[in-house]
Each structure stands twice: as C-alpha cells, then as structure tokens.
C-alpha cells in the first residue's frame, strides 16, 4: 500500500486526532503550511509531521 501523498483538512484532523478547526486555525495563524488549489486546501504529511513538533509542549 502507497503513502498518501497530501490530506484534506477532515484527512489530517482524524491523522493527528484533532478537530478540523485545530487544523483551520493553524492554516490561518501560518504555523500549519499547506496547498490551495482552488477551494480545496490540502496538507502534506511532512508539513503535519513538522507542525505536529511545534504544536506545543507535551502534558506531563
């Protein structure tokens, strides 16, 4: 089976376990980068990966 090459907003909300909007706001505050072709705005795995990193400090 091939790796998926980008994810909708839904695609990489349910990858990470967050809400969508987690992944709007993101977009908006540019801390999430991503691809918009047209309406559809669409997120590579390296750019969530990254994001993922930075997203904040693990709960101890």
Known sequence: MSEQISYNVEQAAA??????????????????????????K????????EWLVTYGQPKR
């Open 42 to 49: 669409l997120i590579f795995p390296e750019a969530l990966k």
């Open 15 to 40: 990858a990470v376990g967050v809400k969508p909007r987690t992944i709007y706001e993101a977009m908006r505050d540019c801390q999430l980068a991503y691809l918009e072709i047209g309406r559809r």
